[in-house]
């Protein structure tokens, strides 16, 4: 089993940027692939980011491409989340989540654990 722990949200103006970090408990982080995922007040759950197990393939969402950037650090177990440019649109709480699995997945159906959450709230 894995437990993931989220921190580094908080209140940011438009434009800035925000790094999210995801914690994981356990000696299998590397079998995991892992995702980051978000939902905004009113809203549904939504695909933000997906990282392979050993970091060398990613994915994201369209809206954040260019902006957000996935990385992991295996020794660390941890998964980061970099948001640069932030609009008030990126608003939400982030939940980061483990897929034991060989292929990265933009559903959240695909993922096993996730995380709490933490809210990320950029003004304007």
């Known amino acids: 089993q894995v437990q993931l722990v989220e921190s580094g949200g908080g209140l940011v103006q438009a434009g800035g940027s925000l790094r999210l970090s995801c914690a994981a408990s356990?000696?299998?982080?590397?079998?995991?692939?892992m995702g980051w995922f978000r939902q905004a007040p009113g809203k549904e759950r939504e695909f933000v980011a997906a990282i392979s197990r050993g970091g060398g393939t990613t994915n994201y969402e369209d809206s954040v491409k260019g902006r957000f950037t996935i990385s992991r650090d295996n020794a660390k177990n941890t998964v980061y989340l970099q948001m640069n440019s932030l609009k008030p649109e990126d608003t939400a709480v982030y939940y980061c989540a483990a897929n034991y699995g060989l292929v990265i997945s933009s559903y959240s159906r695909d993922y096993d654990y996730w995380g709490k959450g933490t809210l990320v709230t950029v003004s304007s």
């Open positions: 356990g000696r299998t982080f590397s079998s995991y692939a």
